[in-house]
């Protein structure tokens, strides 16, 4: 054989459709990370494996995201240069911090924030559009807001996507879909930054995470053009029984089933 494969050909064809359904909803709302992550620790990866083949498909779809909403002039990338510099120093940071925590610190770590990120979308409201979403863009809150995200995103990552578009929706004179175009592309100024520190430690599974990153595209392609038509409310009660069905598995996996 020419490589090696970590997990079966079954596992990799679900790995790919969870990664399609994943690259979609992140267009669309952000927390595609929320499926694919658990959908890789149950299919057996080491939790720093997980980061890094995670990471490499999230840059897939978020730079396909992300282009897709620039090239409709919904982010524009001169009002909004604190935000990607604190973005891509910030996933440094905490894509170096993962790299240094032990393994099962992070099987421990990675359900809990997982399922709290459920319930926050369960249970979370949406802010309202403002009335002006053309008013300028104040940079006062740019730079610690990427710090936070970015730093987060590099560190777990799950919900990134959902954290940007909420923040940004409640920070800046901004509608839903300006904001998730924010989120997109912010979202992918961390991945393509922490990616670069998995790539260098070696912590990438690099069919895995093709594989899953051309599917991720596909769907982000696709979800994004949704999303700015303005359909993505079907989503939402699929999305979060997915995530809780997942978040569950995960944590009895790693909490509660005797090894």
């Known amino acids: 054989m020419p490589f090696d494969l ?30 694919t992550t658990p959908a890789l620790l149950t299919a057996g ?16 779809g978020s730079a396909t995201a992300g282009f897709t909403f620039y090239r409709r002039k919904l982010f524009q990338p001169g009002q909004w240069k604190l935000s990607i510099l604190g973005t891509f120093v910030g996933a440094l940071i905490g894509a170096v911090t993962a790299h240094f925590m ?14 709290a990120c459920g319930l926050y979308l369960l249970f ?12 300028p ?33 409640l920070l800046y004179p901004i509608d839903l879909v300006k904001a998730s175009g924010v989120a997109r592309s912010l979202n992918f100024v961390s991945n393509a930054a922490a990616l670069s520190v998995f790539v260098f430690s070696g912590q990438v599974d690099w ?4 594989c899953m990153g051309l599917s991720v595209m596909v769907g982000a392609f696709f979800g994004a053009r949704t999303a700015i038509s303005g359909g993505a409310k079907f989503i939402r009660p699929v999305f979060i029984t997915v995530v809780l ?12 089933s005797v090894a």
């Open 245 to 256: 069905g997942l978040t569950v598995r995960l944590a009895w996996q790693h909490w509660f």
């Open 207 to 210: 069919v895995i995470g093709l």
């Open 137 to 169: 863009i104040r940079k006062t809150w740019q730079l610690p807001q990427g710090l936070g995200l970015g730093f987060y995103d590099g560190v777990a990552g799950p919900g990134t996507g959902a954290f940007w578009t909420v923040s940004s929706l």
């Open 102 to 115: 032990p393994a099962e610190w992070l099987n421990k770590m990675l359900p809990v924030i997982v399922f």
């Open 45 to 60: 990866l080491p939790p720093h494996l997980v980061l890094g083949t995670n990471k490499l498909s999230s840059t897939f």
């Open 6 to 35: 970590s997990v079966d050909l079954t596992t990799l064809a679900i790995l790919a459709l969870v990664a399609f359904i994943a690259g979609f909803i992140d267009a669309i709302a952000g927390g595609g990370g929320l499926l």
């Open 124 to 135: 979370g409201g949406t802010p309202k559009a403002p009335l002006d979403s053309n008013a």
